[in-house]
């Protein structure tokens, strides 16, 4: 037994909730100083180019937004809490390799956000694995398609079965919550208050809002 008659589970128990509150208390603190920085640095603006999930791909004129990755020239931001930006501020929002990480619900929230912020006749990018591709390359045992992919998204180990890259392209060794194929995602966002999705593929966007990451598995 330890101090105060606490079992040394309790006691392990009670120094976890401390750590899960400071954790809590710093989340909340950033999440603050970083949401007021966005919204002044946003204030009164308009035409802005958002980069969500922009990880270390962060883009000199675009406004680049990432949840993990504290790092220069980018905003430390959970948009799960919504954006402090005006509605009909935003041109483009650019989300690759971003949606997979919430889950449905979260993702409907998150494309309604969008739509809110988007201008008339603005525009959003969204670069997903395809679900669709994956099954029917597995259903159709396609070698040519999966043994190029045995180390997608940086897998360390080789991913030496079919199941295996699949279970990489729809979990990211955990990480991802859902997993997309363009029927969903159409529905999802024409429900979000899209007016228009189309099927896109790597780097065939304009010029002015190329900014597609060039990883060789991102085609996949």
Known sequence: MLAMGLSRGTWNRLRDVRASLR??????????????????????KSGLLL????????????INIDYESNV????????????????????HIHAE???GYLDYDEA????????RMLETGGTMRIIVPDLEKYIRAYAA??????NPLRHLGGAVKPLTTKAMVCNQTCRMGG???????????????????????V?????????????????WWRSA
């Open 23 to 44: 954790g809590l208390r710093n989340y909340a603190l950033k999440q603050a100083f970083q949401g007021r920085a966005l919204a002044n640095f946003c204030h009164g």
């Open 97 to 99: 390799h971003f949606l």
């Open 199 to 215: 099927r896109s593929k790597i780097n065939d966007a304009p010029p002015d809002l190329a900014i597609d990451g060039q990883d």
């Open 141 to 146: 045992g396609d070698a040519t398609f999966f």
């Open 108 to 115: 409907l929230q998150f494309l309604r956000e969008c739509s």
């Open 175 to 197: 990480a991802y919550k859902f997993s997309w194929d363009f029927e969903t995602l159409e529905q999802a966002a024409l429900s979000c208050g899209f007016s228009q999705v």
């Open 51 to 62: 980069n969500i999930g922009c990880g270390p791909l962060t883009k000199a004129g675009w």
């Open 72 to 91: 220069a020239n980018s905003f430390y931001f959970d948009v799960r809490n919504g954006l402090p930006l005006a509605n009909g501020s935003v041109k």
